[in-house]
Antibody, heavy 116, light 107 residues
Framework: EVQLVESGGGLVQPGGSLRLSCAAS????????MSWVRQPPGKGLEWVAN????????YYAASVKGRFTISRDNAKNSLYLEMNSLRAEDTAVYYC?????????WGQGTLVTVSS | EIVLTQSPDFQSVTPKEKVTITCRAS??????LHWYQQKPDQSPKLLIK???QSISGVPSRFSGSGSGTDFTLTINSLEAEDAAVYYC?????????FGGGTKVEIK
C-alpha cells in the first residue's frame, strides 16, 4: 500500500523559514515524479512544485519560485520542501503527492501557518 | 497558464439523482484532464484520469467524458457517501492547474 506521511508544518512568522518532509513507503520511490500541492484553509488546490525521479529536473509555481526548493533523497525514500521568505498567503495544508501526469496518491497533509 | 472553470460551484442533490459537473479549459488540453474527490477533513482522491479512464477501486457510478476544452464528471445514482468537493485538474502544460471545485451536498 502506498503511504505518504508529511511532517514539519507549524506556525512561523512572516519572513521565516520551514522545511517540510514526506516519508514514502509501499512503492519504489526512486521511480516516480513527486510533487507538493497546497490548499489554503477553506479554499481550493494549488500545485506548488514537481521533481523528477533523480532530482535533476524541478519545476515551481510562479507564486513560490525563488523562495521554495523541492528536493528528494532516494536512499531515504523522502521528499522535501524548503520554504523561505514565507508570507501570510503561504498559509495552507501542504500535501505530498505521487505524480504521473495526475496525482494518484496523496499524504494526509501538514498545516503551515504564517502569522505574527 | 491554463484556467479551468468548473460549474456549478455548489449543487444540492437528492440520493439516487444524477449529478453532472462541468470543467471548461481556457485552451485545448486534449485529454489531459483528471478528476478528484475531497471529502471533509480528508485528502483528495483520484477519481478519473485522462478525462474518461476509470481508476481501480472507484465505484462505477463515477464516469468522465470530454476532450479539448469541455469535460464532464457524472455521478450516476448519487449516494450519501458522495458528499464532497470535486476538482478537475489539467496536466497538459505547466503550470498544472486545478478548477475551483464543485461542492456536492446531499439533501
Amino acid at each position: 500500500e502506498v503511504q505518504l506521511v508529511e511532517s514539519g508544518g507549524g506556525l512561523v512568522q512572516p519572513g521565516g523559514s520551514l522545511r517540510l518532509s514526506c516519508a514514502a513507503s509501499g512503492f519504489t520511490f526512486r521511480s516516480y515524479y513527486m510533487s507538493w500541492v497546497r490548499q489554503p484553509p477553506g479554499k481550493g488546490l494549488e500545485w506548488v512544485a514537481n521533481i523528477n525521479q533523480d532530482g535533476s529536473d524541478k519545476y515551481y509555481a510562479a507564486s513560490v519560485k525563488g523562495r521554495f526548493t523541492i528536493s528528494r533523497d532516494n536512499a531515504k525514500n523522502s521528499l522535501y520542501l524548503e520554504m523561505n521568505s514565507l508570507r501570510a498567503e503561504d498559509t495552507a495544508v501542504y500535501y505530498c503527492t505521487r505524480m504521473f501526469y495526475y496525482f494518484d496518491s496523496w499524504g494526509q497533509g501538514t498545516l503551515v501557518t504564517v502569522s505574527s | 497558464e491554463i484556467v479551468l472553470t468548473q460549474s456549478p460551484d455548489f449543487q444540492s442533490v437528492t440520493p439516487k439523482e444524477k449529478v453532472t459537473i462541468t470543467c471548461r479549459a481556457s485552451q485545448s488540453i486534449g485529454n489531459g484532464l483528471h478528476w478528484y474527490q475531497q471529502k471533509p477533513d480528508q485528502s483528495p482522491k483520484l477519481l478519473i484520469k485522462y478525462a474518461s479512464q476509470s481508476i481501480s477501486g472507484v465505484p462505477s457510478r463515477f464516469s468522465g467524458s470530454g476532450s479539448g476544452t469541455d469535460f464532464t464528471l457524472t455521478i450516476n445514482s448519487l449516494e450519501a457517501e458522495d458528499a464532497a468537493v470535486y476538482y478537475c485538474h489539467q496536466s497538459s502544460s505547466l503550470p498544472v492547474t486545478f478548477g475551483g471545485g464543485t461542492k456536492v451536498e446531499i439533501k
